[in-house]
């Protein structure tokens, strides 16, 4: 009998533990949003460069006015890049929200890539060493499918020094940058490589493409 009380209270006090770190979010969210927020200069995405590292710009590539009314980022760009040595191709999307507190926020590729026919067929998180980066990032991993096509999606959230792939942790920081920050600016970062071999082939394609970009958009990203 004693061990079942003891059990019950723990468990009560676990509970209230729980219910008033939420409260305490909660809170700090409202206090948070409540303030004017301080928005961030950013450097306009069309002035990445159009090579790095052996890629080179193959062709910019318009995003689709509804999409851009759906999306509702504050700025843009989609570009194919070729490797001019292997002829290898892959593509770099971002969208960049200087504020997420009136409604805009970058949609999930997880949940927009089955809304334009893309089927998933495997996913998960793999790890990236970026030179001269201490921790690796971790992104998001689809392989994804329409018709006879098929690619090797990588995609993250990327905020000040910070790389997310999960939704749920970008939530939560969301709401600790915009308590400890005043700020809630954000991108999104994809990456898409055309599957034509062996999925690690095209997984090597868009690491090295990863790794060859990253220093460089991390200029045009608020610090």
């Known amino acids: 009998m004693a061990d079942t009380n003891q059990a019950g209270q ?23 949003l409540s303030r004017r927020e301080n928005v961030p ?11 790095f590292q052996g890629w080179q710009l193959a062709r910019e590539e318009a995003i689709d006015p509804s999409i851009q009314e759906v999306l509702r980022a504050d700025d843009t760009i989609s570009r194919i890049y070729f490797d001019s040595v292997t002829g290898r191709a892959a593509s770099l999307f ?48 689809y392989l994804v499918s329409k018709g006879t096509q098929s690619a090797l999606v990588l995609y993250w959230y990327q905020s000040r020094e910070r790389v997310i792939a999960s939704e749920y942790a970008a939530k939560f920081y969301l709401v600790a ?13 994809r990456v898409t490589v055309p599957l034509t071999g062996p999925a690690g082939e095209a997984a090597r394609t868009a690491e090295e493409f990863v790794k060859a970009f990253f220093a460089s958009l991390r200029q045009f990203l608020p610090a």
């Open 177 to 189: 940058d915009a308590i400890r920050h005043n700020r809630t600016d954000t991108a999104l970062v």
């Open 94 to 141: 971002v969208a960049f929200f200087k504020t997420q507190r009136t409604g805009q926020a970058p949609h999930s590729p997880k949940n927009c890539l089955p809304g334009t026919g893309w089927v998933p067929s495997e996913s998960g998180v793999v790890s990236i060493q970026i030179p001269g980066r201490g921790e690796p990032i971790r992104v998001n991993r």
């Open 41 to 51: 200069a950013a450097r306009p995405l069309s002035e990445l460069p159009k090579q």
């Open 10 to 32: 723990f468990l009560a006090r676990r509970a209230v533990g729980l219910l008033s770190a939420v409260l305490l979010l909660q809170a700090g969210g409202f206090y948070a």
